[in-house]
T-cell receptor, first 112, second 111 residues
Framework: DGGITQSPKYLFRKEGQNVTLSCEQNLNHDAMYWYRQDPGQGLRLIYYSQIVNDFQKGDIAEGYSVSREKKESFPLTVTSAQKNPTAFYLC???????????FGQGTRLTVV | GQQLNQSPQSMFIQEGEDVSMNCTSSSIFNTWLWYKQDPGEGPVLLIALYKAGELTSNGRLTAQFGITRKDSFLNISASIPSDVGIYFCAGQRTSYDKVIFGPGTSLSVIP
């Protein structure tokens, strides 16, 4: 099946630990995005990548890092520098420049 | 960063009623998108608009790309319980630019 896979769906980490969220797509889409969603809030852009080996900061990049070594993969690392990491994280891919994003199922990260 | 504004923030309607919501921006966009999100899931694309004045339907949903290119509207006709969810608008200023989202409109349908 073609699609975007985020794993795991639920993730628990202790405060101070880095954690990496996985996002894989087999849609052959060029662009991939990471958004953060807090309860009752919209989607805020963390990082995005239009092509392999290139990525740009979004509006809330502080405390996060990404890599784009392969077209299919865009992992997000939530570092210990992120002050409030507990949130719902959504990955999306976009086939071309026209902006129609297709989303994964999300990863709910809880830091205790 | 850029912001999109959506109104209303939330709506409670009777089943069978029509719904209207809108999205505005201080910047001109060349793409407007409407998504629906169910609890605990990723948003799903409903309608994409690429041209000022464009009116596009998807079943009971109709969306319009505003003439000024700074707004967009979504209408849902004859609402049903499964319409419940959060509706997000999203926009893109130019091709290959970042896609940003509004804060969402929460829709509740009373049977």
């Amino acid at each position: 099946d073609g699609g975007i896979t985020q794993s795991p769906k639920y993730l628990f980490r202790k405060e101070g630990q880095n954690v990496t969220l996985s996002c894989e797509q087999n849609l052959n889409h060029d662009a991939m995005y990471w958004y953060r969603q807090d309860p009752g809030q919209g989607l805020r852009l963390i990082y995005y990548s239009q092509i392999v080996n290139d990525f740009q900061k979004g509006d809330i990049a502080e405390g996060y890092s990404v890599s784009r070594e392969k077209k299919e993969s865009f992992p997000l690392t939530v570092t210990s520098a992120q002050k409030n990491p507990t949130a719902f994280y959504l990955c999306a891919s976009i086939p071309d420049g026209r902006g129609t994003a297709f989303f994964g199922q999300g990863t709910r990260l809880t830091v205790v | 960063g850029q912001q999109l504004n959506q109104s209303p923030q939330s709506m409670f309607i009777q089943e069978g009623e029509d719904v209207s919501m809108n999205c505005t921006s201080s910047s001109i966009f060349n793409t407007w998108l409407w998504y629906k999100q169910d609890p605990g899931e990723g948003p799903v694309l409903l309608i994409a608009l690429y041209k000022a004045g464009e009116l596009t339907s998807n079943g009971r949903l109709t969306a319009q790309f505003g003439i000024t290119r700074k707004d967009s509207f979504l209408n849902i006709s004859a609402s049903i319980p499964s319409d419940v969810g959060i509706y997000f608008c999203a926009g893109q200023r130019t091709s290959y630019d970042k896609v940003i989202f509004g804060p969402g409109t929460s829709l509740s349908v009373i049977p």
